[in-house]
């Protein structure tokens, strides 16, 4: 007889919705994340569109991306010691401002790359503060600590909702009224998220006590995560995705205009395709129980989005282009959002927003040297046979993670049976191993 108070898979994929601290933020950040994207692909057109060079999208994902790499560690200190809620009502507040500057600069006809430039160096900084804030804050927002992998699973398949729609949006937007609307909607949307973190009610967190100066305690966060090997290895994997993988996104513009002889349009429908795979990875996240296996996933799919940017580098249909880049964002997604459920799961509580700077630092902070490099080989070599080695960098990335996944599950598995993740064989793994925590907090 079937039992119709079984949970569904819907009902279990969606769970931290249950949540009304998290409805609303939830609500609020695919509103942002459409308007985020929106601009990300103006930015992206616009660059490309006044200067025709490959060097200076580069350039200009350099210059958005790096002080995540030289600031974040700060921004990690700030998310420990300060209320984080007033941290990203700021950071979301100084976001807007920026895209209604980009906006103000087309309508008045004098926008140059050199004010790109500027206010995406800007931007960055503010998000080099916003991102180790904002992933340490989702502890807070829950309810049930339990929840908290489906939170980060439901907060990629969002990211990517906007990058569905924002992409599919901003194509037909620029080809009909130009970048400048973009710029607009998105300083607009942000008012969503800043509503919603003004009206949900978070518990005060315990003042921690502070006997070190910030350099002190970024040191104390870097120790933490280097003699904890899985927090090592992830963050490893996730810097040489950033550094070599993710220019993939950076390069669109080239292949939806040289390389697919399209327009923005076609620049939308390559990155909402992405968005479209990273979704449902997202949605399959959110499907599971547990982060038991993530780490597996997490090296199979790397390898698998090496070969799918090796393919779309040589592909010159656009129906091909896009199934590729589909699948693409899956496994971009499986990557990036599994390795960040592991590290927020296998994290203390103390250091929390200090090794999400570090996180911040692997994930933004490699991409814009990554960027860089991608630009000056896209100028001399052209662009689909650097995306080519890239590609075939990821692969070999992925299976230097896959290699050591052994000696990772070794040590994560006593963390995951002591906080009850895997019970059954919680005394068994802690008789052998002698752990129960990272090594350096016992």
Request: proline residues 4%; positive net charge; aromatic residues 10%.
């Amino acid at each position: 007889m079937l039992d119709l108070n079984m949970p569904t898979r819907f009902s279990q994929t969606f769970r931290a919705l249950k949540s009304r601290n998290y409805r609303l933020i939830f609500i609020g950040s695919i509103i942002s994340f459409v308007g985020t994207w929106m601009q990300m692909v103006a930015v992206g057109w616009l660059v490309y569109r006044l200067t025709n060079s490959p060097f200076m999208l580069g350039m200009v994902g350099f210059i958005s991306q790096i002080p995540a790499f030289a600031v974040a560690p700060y921004g990690g200190v700030i998310a420990d010691r300060l209320d984080r809620r007033k941290v990203l009502l700021l950071t979301q507040t100084l976001s807007m401002i920026q895209a209604l500057l980009l906006a103000y600069f087309i309508f008045t006809g004098t926008i140059t790359v050199w004010h790109v430039l500027v206010l995406s160096f800007t931007l960055g900084l503010v998000t080099a503060f916003d991102m180790p804030a904002s992933q340490a804050f989702m502890i807070e927002v829950v309810e049930k600590k339990e929840d908290l992998s489906n939170v980060i699973a439901l907060n990629s398949s969002l990211v990517n909702v906007g990058r569905l729609a924002g992409p599919a949006i901003a194509g037909v937007i620029i080809a009909v009224y130009g970048e400048g609307i973009c710029f607009l909607v998105n300083g607009l949307s942000y008012f969503a998220i800043i509503f919603a973190l003004l009206i949900i009610k978070v518990k005060p967190r315990a003042r921690r006590l502070i006997d070190k100066n910030a350099l002190g305690e970024i040191r104390e966060a870097v120790g933490y995560a280097w003699r904890f090997t899985p927090i090592r290895d992830i963050l490893g994997l996730l810097s040489v995705m950033s550094l070599v993988g993710m220019p993939y996104i950076l390069l669109m513009p080239v292949f939806a205009r040289d390389v697919l002889r399209g327009g923005p349009q076609t620049l939308g429908v390559l990155m909402a395709a992405s968005g479209l795979g990273a979704l449902i990875g997202g949605l399959y996240l959110a499907s599971r129980k547990n982060v038991l296996g993530l780490e597996k996933g997490a090296a199979i799919a790397a390898g698998l989005f090496g070969i799918g940017i090796f393919i779309f580098s040589f592909s010159r249909s656009f129906w091909l282009s896009v199934l590729i880049i589909f699948l693409t964002g899956f496994a971009m997604l499986i990557q990036m959002a599994g390795s960040n459920t592991i590290l927020q799961t296998i994290v203390e509580d103390k250091m929390r927003g200090r090794v999400m700077s570090l996180f911040s630092m692997a994930f933004l902070g490699m991409a814009p040297f990554g960027s860089l490099l991608s630009g000056i080989a896209a100028d001399r070599i052209g662009a689909p046979y650097t995306l080519a080695i890239c590609g075939l960098l990821c692969v070999l990335n992925g299976v230097a993670f896959a290699y050591r996944l052994p000696s990772l599950r070794k040590q994560i598995h006593p963390v995951y049976a002591k906080m009850g993740i895997m019970p059954e064989i919680s005394a068994g793994l802690q008789a052998t191993t002698g752990l129960t925590r990272p090594p350096e907090v016992i």
